[in-house]
Structures are given as structure tokens and as C-alpha cells.
Nanobody, 122 residues
């Protein structure tokens, strides 16, 4: 059974860093595209990063580009989101999700984790 479990969230001051982890199981990470999403209170959920299962190419939305970096370790079946230079507006619940049907970014996600809370506050 496909399962994704996020961890690494917490409280951090503006300008600080966090690394989120998404532990995956039930599938071969090589062949699935994995995305990171976030949802702030009162806001819609939006994708912040994606890593392609086909070639490992990455995508980062404009608001986090240059600050966040998605990566993965296929052997450990874990996807990461390194977050640097955190801003107040980065506060959100962060989710990882997997696309089992397409090996590239841009498709709908089939499986979702339960999320991990990131709070950026001074």
C-alpha cells in the first residue's frame, strides 16, 4: 500500500531553515513523481515543488525559487524539501504527494501524506 509520511516541520524564525522529509513506502520511488504542496489558513492549497520520476528534473514555484530545493534519495525512499531563508508567508501545512500515472511533473496526485506544520514566526 502506498504511504507517504511527512516530518520535519516546526517553529522557526524568519530567515531560518528547515528540512522536511517525506518517507515513502509501497512503491518504487524511481517511477513516481513527487510533489510538495502547502496550504496556509484561509488559503488554497498550492504546489511549491516537484521532482520527476522520469528524469529527476525539478520544479519550484516562483514564490520559493532560490530558497527551497526538492531532492530525493531513492535508496532510502525519502523525498526532501530543504527550506532556507524562510519568510512569514511560508507558514503552512506542508504535504507531500505522489503521482503514480505520469513520470513527469504537472499531473494530478494520487496519494497524499497527512502533512507537517511549518510555522515561521519571530
Amino acid at each position: 500500500q502506498v504511504q507517504l509520511v511527512e516530518s520535519g516541520g516546526g517553529l522557526v524564525q524568519p530567515g531560518g531553515s528547515l528540512r522536511l522529509s517525506c518517507a515513502t513506502s509501497g512503491f518504487t520511488l524511481d517511477y513516481y513523481t513527487i510533489g510538495w504542496f502547502r496550504q496556509a489558513p484561509g488559503r488554497e492549497r498550492n504546489q511549491v515543488a516537484c521532482i520527476s520520476g522520469a528524469d529527476g528534473n525539478t520544479f519550484h514555484t516562483h514564490s520559493v525559487r532560490g530558497r527551497f530545493a526538492i531532492s530525493k534519495d531513492n535508496a532510502n525512499k525519502t523525498v526532501y524539501l530543504q527550506m532556507n531563508s524562510l519568510k512569514l508567508e511560508d507558514t503552512a501545512v506542508y504535504y507531500c504527494a505522489a503521482d503514480s500515472s505520469r513520470p513527469w511533473c504537472g499531473g494530478e496526485m494520487d496519494y497524499w501524506g497527512k502533512g507537517t506544520v511549518v510555522t515561521v514566526s519571530s
